[in-house]
């Protein structure tokens, strides 16, 4: 079984310039998350989606970052315009629903350099 | 607010010994997640645990869960250097929705010869 596909692995940027992030969710799973990992830190939710509807985005700073999830399949994350901060891992994750014993399926990640 | 505490953050410790990583955290929690990161990968569920005296064993690594103090511990039997990486616990909030993890700081392991 394929697992959780992003692109592109490692992004270098000046500060104020745009980025988006690509996700691909394991074939037949509706749920997809997406999480900031700072360096030296745990992964932080920024949002979820629930087939191509927002869940929780309760910690997704919308005045710089979007994320869509068109057709409930792929998902792409963008940051526009990008700040020091914003220099981390973005993760990707996903699960076939939202029960209790669910395991997210986590993948390789984005790693982000804004200088 | 909901905080996620673990300790000790660096582990060092030699091939055949045993240890045990720490979790604590801070409000009521549905259930406690498990995850091991090597360096440059994803993170890898190890365990889910959803009850008070939860416990959950896999090879080398025994995870258990107590509500009532808030902490679930990681019990590593005679250590191997494949289990050389960092772990992280991860907490949902009470009727919090599944995504939104709490996560530690993680534990970073290193077992040596």
């Known amino acids: 079984e394929a697992g959780v596909a992003q692109s592109p692995r490692y992004k270098i940027i000046e500060k104020r310039q745009s980025v988006a992030f690509w996700c691909n969710p394991i074939?037949?799973?509706?749920?997809l998350y997406w999480y900031q990992q700072i360096l030296g830190q745990g992964p932080k939710l920024l949002i979820q989606?629930?087939?191509?509807?927002?869940?929780?985005d309760s910690q997704l700073p919308k005045d710089r970052f979007s994320a869509e999830r068109l057709k409930g399949v792929d998902s792409t994350l963008k940051i526009q315009p990008a700040k020091l901060e914003d220099s981390a891992v973005y993760l990707c994750a996903s699960s076939p629903g939202t029960g209790q014993n669910e395991k997210l399926f986590f993948g390789s990640g984005t790693q982000l350099s804004v200088l | 607010e909901l905080k996620v505490e673990q300790n000790p953050l660096f582990l060092s410790m030699q091939e055949g010994k045993n240890y045990t990583i720490y979790c604590n955290y801070s409000t009521t929690s549905d259930r406690l997640y498990w995850y091991r990161q090597d360096p440059g990968k994803s993170l890898e569920s190890l365990f889910v645990?959803?009850?008070?005296?939860a416990v959950k064993q896999e090879g080398r690594l025994m995870a258990s869960l107590d509500t009532k103090a808030r902490l679930s511990t990681l019990h590593i039997t005679a250590a191997v250097h494949d289990l050389s990486a960092t772990y992280f616990c991860a907490v949902v909030g009470y009727g919090g929705s599944q995504g939104n993890l709490i996560f530690g700081k993680g534990t970073k392991l290193s077992v040596k010869p």
């Open positions: 645990l959803l009850s008070n005296g």
């Open positions: 074939s037949g799973h509706a749920t």
């Open positions: 989606f629930q087939n191509n509807g927002v869940v929780d």
